[in-house]
């Protein structure tokens, strides 16, 4: 699971590296920043509940409902456009390339209440970086507004948990006055 976190934050991301020229194609990587976190989040919930974190499974179902109400409307907004294909693991929390079902499941056996908050709020937070660039780089009004509102959306869903985090306890860390493992 640390690696997971450590390919999250170094892993450059072909979304942040294209220039976003119209609405359509930001509306493309929009949905799809929705639908992998509304995916995530149901597959966080139910690892939690199965787990007894009813708290945690909570947040993440309500996290879920968020973002499939976002990709929702999105989609309604997007009627009737025509909108380019974007890359499958472009946006990917978990899965870059086609998904392994071995590793998927170990990921899964490995993700304690910080880990997954930890993964969440690394996509939230690269969702907002996504939006903010688009927002600087953007010369056409439109493509302007929307990346404002889905920034404005990330930093609120960053918010929701960073609040989460804060009530799961830290990880075990060795230190000289108490080293080693405390499991053995």
């Given at each position: 699971?640390?690696?997971?976190?450590?390919?999250?934050?170094?892993?450059?991301?072909?979304?942040?590296?294209?220039?976003?020229?119209?609405?359509?194609?930001?509306?493309?990587?929009?949905?799809?920043?929705?639908?992998?976190?509304?995916?995530?989040?149901?597959?966080?919930?139910?690892?939690?509940?199965?787990?007894?974190?009813?708290?945690?499974?909570?947040?993440?179902?309500?996290?879920?409902?968020?973002?499939?109400?976002?990709?929702?409307?999105?989609?309604k907004k997007t009627a009737g456009m025509t909108l380019p294909k974007i890359a499958a693991g472009e946006?990917?929390?978990?899965?870059?390339?086609?998904?392994?079902?071995?590793?998927?499941?170990?990921?899964?056996?490995?993700?304690?209440?910080?880990?997954?908050?930890?993964?969440?709020?690394?996509?939230?937070?690269?969702?907002?970086?996504?939006?903010?660039?688009?927002?600087?780089?953007?010369?056409?009004?439109?493509?302007?507004?929307?990346?404002?509102?889905?920034?404005?959306?990330?930093?609120?869903?960053?918010?929701?948990?960073?609040?989460?985090?804060?009530r799961v306890p830290q990880p075990y860390r060795p230190s000289e006055?108490?080293?080693?493992?405390?499991?053995?």
């Open positions: 699971t640390a690696e997971v976190l450590q390919q999250e934050k170094e892993a450059p991301k072909a979304g942040l590296r294209k220039r976003i020229g119209s609405v359509g194609l930001l509306y493309a990587h929009a949905l799809l920043i929705e639908h992998e976190a509304a995916e995530r989040y149901h597959e966080f919930a139910s690892h939690m509940a199965e787990h007894g974190n009813d708290t945690l499974a909570e947040l993440f179902e309500q996290l879920a409902e968020f973002e499939g109400e976002h990709a929702y409307h999105l989609a946006h990917a929390w978990l899965d870059r390339e086609a998904p392994v079902p071995e590793a998927h499941a170990f990921v899964y056996r490995m993700l304690t209440p910080r880990v997954a908050l930890e993964i969440a709020l690394r996509a939230e937070e690269r969702a907002k970086v996504f939006f903010e660039k688009v927002l600087a780089e953007a010369s056409d009004a439109g493509v302007r507004e929307v990346a404002l509102d889905m920034a404005r959306d990330e930093q609120a869903h960053i918010a929701w948990v960073n609040e989460a985090l804060a006055e108490q080293p080693g493992d405390p499991t053995i």
